[in-house]
């Protein structure tokens, strides 16, 4: 998953760049796991940023899981 190996070039040339689109992308300036944060963004994603959370953290905290039960509802 190092950015611009090989694997990761194959993989984005078979997506349409279209469908970053349909991609949310959660960032903390206090991830302590993705460093730096730009390197958690799809580009062409929507982004979402949150201070003071961790990388483990984002993935459970309310605001994040409030949008993702959003855009699963119909």
Do not use: K
């Amino acid at each position: 998953m190092r950015l611009g190996s090989d694997w990761l070039v194959r993989l984005a040339a078979t997506e349409p760049p279209e469908i970053a689109t349909r991609f949310t992308c959660w960032v903390s300036t206090d991830d302590n796991i993705v460093f730096p944060t730009a390197t958690a963004v799809l580009p062409g994603a929507q982004v979402h940023q949150l201070d003071g959370v961790g990388h483990v953290a984002l993935a459970t905290h309310p605001r994040v899981m409030a949008q993702v039960m959003g855009l699963l509802s119909p």
